[in-house]
């Protein structure tokens, strides 16, 4: 089993800056792959980037890359989703979630965080 509780969200003004962590709990949590999930309003929950079990790979979603960057410390059982430039249209509620095996672009993920506001006003 592993736990995830996200943190880091919060309001903030178009082209601020906002760090999220997703730390863990359980065993193992160094051999999953991490992804970060977004959902708006009325939205279906979309992927926003991931990174695999080593933090040797990173993939993100076209309408963040470049401005989201996913980092891991295996040490601290915690991995972070930076956000740099943000935009209005970033507002959501960011997930994290955790898999065995390979990194996936889907919600096909065995745990989940509960999830942490970001608020980007204009």
């Known amino acids: 089993q592993v736990q995830l509780v996200e943190s880091g969200g919060g309001l903030v003004q178009a082209g601020d800056s906002l760090r999220l962590s997703c730390a863990a709990s359980g065993r193992s949590f160094s051999s999953y792959s991490v992804g970060w999930f977004r959902q708006a309003p009325g939205k279906a929950r979309e992927f926003v980037g991931a990174v695999s079990w080593s933090g040797g790979s990173t993939y993100y979603a076209g309408s963040v890359k470049g401005r989201f960057t996913i980092s891991r410390d295996n040490t601290k059982n915690t991995v972070y989703l930076q956000m740099n430039s943000l935009k209005p249209e970033d507002t959501a509620v960011y997930y994290c979630?955790?898999?065995?095996?390979?990194?996936?672009?889907?919600?096909?993920?065995?745990?989940w965080g509960q999830g942490t506001q970001v608020t980007v006003s204009s």
């Open positions: 979630a955790a898999r065995g095996g390979g990194v996936v672009r889907t919600t096909e993920y065995t745990y």
